[in-house]
Each structure stands twice: as C-alpha cells, then as structure tokens.
C-alpha cells in the first residue's frame, strides 16, 4: 500500500472518529449543563438528544454564551429566595423578550446594547411598575425609595440624548423620587461605555448639563450579579417583604453584658451631592438582649451618647434623650431595631457611642452599652465634564458643614429617621 493510501485511510479513520464523538450525547450533555445550565427534567420534555437540545439552544442564544449561564444562575437564585420571602415580587417580574424586540430596540434609539444586557432580557424582561422594586428599598420617615428593574420598552422610552446624560439608558425607576441608575451606552461626557450611575445634578453649576455621577457598576453583568449576590447570601436584609440595601460589617458588633448592638448601613444617591459637597447616610441599628439572661438584667434606654469624625478628623459630640424619640425596655430575648441618619461634608466618616441604660428591677443602676465604630463611604463618583470644563473660580464650595446624629439634627433641621416596628412601612409611619 502506498504512504498516498495510508494517508487517506488514516484520515478517512480520524473522520469517523470525530463523527462518533461529535454524535458523542454525554458530551453534548455535558456541554448543555454548562452553557445553557438545561436540566435532565427541560431536555426529558425537549424530547430531544442532547446533541439536538444544544444545537437548537445555540441556535437562539449562541451569541450570549459568555454570559448566558451566569445571567440564567443569578435570576433563577434571585427567583427561588424570593420566592420564599417576597412572592408578590417575583410576581412582577415579565417574560423574557425574543431577539427582533431587542433588535428594534436598537433601531428606535440608535444605539447598541451590549450583549450581556441583551442576554438577560432574553430571561426576564424586567419588572411591573411596582412596588416594592426588585432591586431595593430605603426607608426614612419623609422619604421612600423602591428600584423597578425596568422593561425593555420602558428603558428605551426613558433613552437620553439631552446635554449631560447624552445615550444613556434608564436600567432601573423609582416612582417615588424619579430616581434612576443609569448605563452609558457611549464613551461620551466623561463616562466609560457601558458603566452604570446615579446622575447627581451640580447643584452649584450655571450650567444644567453639569451632572456628577455616583458609579454603582462598570458593566451590567457585574452590576446585577453582585447585586443578588447581595440579596441571595443575606446581605440585604429582607424587611416587610422588601429588599433593603442596607451593608452590614461582620465586624461590626459590640457585646456589653448580655446586650448586643450591631450597625448595617447604606448611602442615599438621591439625597446626596457632590456640589455642594453633602453626602447622606442611613444607618439601622439592633440590640439585642440574650435569651439566656436573667429576668432581672430587663433594662430601659435612657440616652445616647454619639462621637462623629469625618475624613478630615473633625469631631463632633451629640448627647440626648432615648432614640428617635423612643425609651426601648430591652428584657432577655427580646431585639429592639431602628433606624436613623446622618450627613458628611466629606465622602467618608465614622461613628461610634454608647447607650445609657437603667435596671427595670434596680432603679438606681445605670450603665453604658457601647456601640461599635461603623464607617460610612459614598461610593465612587465622577464630576462632570461640564463642571471641568468651566471656569472653578465660578463656584464656591463650603465643606464646613458640620456631621451630625439625625436625633439631634430634628432640633435644628429637617429631620428623616424612624422608629421600625415590625410589619409596618416607613412612609406610613
């Protein structure tokens, strides 16, 4: 036989062999279950081989196979938490959207949509105009926040081509505030492409196309991902069937006695600026008496007693009576939360204190329950380009403003905290 011959029989053999494995189902199975995370109970009703089931879902997404299998996890872990906490939100998610409705989308805004975007409304097509929102609450006594991840078609009506938020599409809706994240579709006025903000209007510029921008993602797949991540692992507290985005340290806890007291806390874009500087910060705190205490250590609170610092090392002391207009009796078991607010001229600050408590049994013994130091940072923020581009000598910027305890701040200003009985909304309070 020739080499010639050998030759073709030698590739006729290898082209069977590739033949029997392409027609190989375990490793089209295997390839289902990573890319398309398709479980035995979806292909058994497809009806299908593997090999077809795989082929038929490229057909339709393959252009989304470096996201598709983390998009399908995060909303289907999303899905079945809540589902157990919240069902009335998962109730108001929509349908996924087919490629012709993602492609007009295009077409009405001219403008591409990146494909991770695109994927994960292949899977859910946002939510309802509801409440709550699916991506977050915050709750003060004047002032209400809920995220709506938004529709397809809702996101491209709200598209922005206006000086400052120019190609820029609305991710998510509060129908409360008007507050919206948004995600730049250009590398234009100073953005990165694809990164997602809370516009932030300079309340100082001349100029109304001079927007800062608080960054919360540098693209949708991490934005999201992280996010439930967040809710999934039990970092956002569920409370009154709605998401909170309130950030607790592990770290955080303070133990004096019997009492312990632990902080979680959370940054308001909507109430914050950047010009003039003025960074708004909730905080909810928790005491917590243990079960395994004597009846005897019940206890009241009396005051508080607060030690703020803000980046540039500036103190300020805040005394007074009870919390948020409250005398919590705190008794074995028994958990006490609630949740108040402060203000920083600077992007960052801490605070830390104690609670005055006096014996229900033992009138006349009084002592102190410390609370642990909890930081508070704003998030990334970029200052408009509009801004940069005009003269600073313009503007004036006063960063004297003094941080203050929300329960004393009621005396002087506008004040926004609230007491959290449970099963009851804070805007109805």
């Known amino acids: 036989m020739s080499i ?178 948004y995600m730049a579709l250009e590398s234009v006025e100073g953005r990165n492409k694809y990164e997602i903000f809370y516009q932030c209007p300079d309340q100082m510029a001349r100029n109304p196309s001079a927007i800062d921008m608080f960054i919360t993602g540098t693209s949708y797949l991490e934005w999201f991902t992280s996010y439930v991540n967040k809710v999934v692992t039990g970092d956002y507290p569920i409370i009154r069937d709605q998401i909170f985005r309130y950030v607790h340290d592990k770290e955080c806890v303070a133990t004096t006695g019997d009492i312990t007291v632990s902080v979680s806390t959370s940054f308001l874009p909507e109430l914050s600026s950047v010009h003039p500087p003025h960074y708004f910060f909730t905080y909810r705190i928790r005491i917590e008496m243990s079960k395994d205490a004597l009846p005897e250590k019940a206890c009241q609170l009396d005051s508080r007693y607060w030690r703020i610092t803000n980046a540039k090392g500036d103190v300020d002391e805040v005394q007074g009576p009870g919390v948020v207009g409250e005398f919590p009796i705190i008794s074995p078991g028994r958990v006490y939360e609630y949740s108040s607010c402060t203000t920083f001229s600077t992007t960052s600050g801490y605070m830390e204190g104690y609670y005055t408590f006096h014996c229900l049994y033992y009138k006349d013994k009084f002592f102190n329950v410390t609370i642990p130091r909890f930081h508070m940072v704003c998030p990334t923020f970029k200052v408009s380009t509009a801004r940069m581009e005009t003269n600073h000598n313009e503007y004036a910027v006063d960063e004297d403003e003094d941080s203050t305890d929300t329960d004393e701040y009621e005396d002087r200003r506008r004040v926004l905290d609230i007491p959290a009985p449970p099963g009851r909304c804070p805007r109805h309070t």
């Open 4 to 181: 010639h011959s050998i030759s073709i029989n030698s590739c006729c053999c290898l082209s069977r062999r590739l033949n029997q494995l392409s027609s190989h189902d375990p490793l089209w199975k295997r390839h289902c279950k990573k890319y398309w995370l398709i479980s035995e109970e979806e292909k058994r009703k497809r009806n299908q081989s593997w090999k077809a089931v795989f082929i038929s879902t490229y057909s339709d997404l393959g252009r989304y196979i470096r996201y598709y299998a983390t998009l399908k996890k995060a909303w289907d872990d999303l899905e079945k938490y809540l589902g157990q906490r919240c069902p009335r939100m998962i109730g108001s998610l929509k349908e996924s959207v087919r490629e012709e409705d993602l492609d007009a989308v295009e077409a009405q805004i001219g403008c591409k949509l990146p494909d991770d975007y695109r994927c994960s409304f292949r899977i859910h097509n946002g939510q309802k105009l509801v409440v709550p929102g699916l991506m977050g609450s915050m709750a003060l006594s004047n002032h209400y926040r809920s995220e709506d991840l938004l529709d397809i078609d809702t996101a491209a009506g709200g598209f922005q081509q206006r000086l400052g938020l120019k190609q820029c599409l609305p991710l998510t809706f509060c129908i409360h505030t008007g507050l919206s994240q």
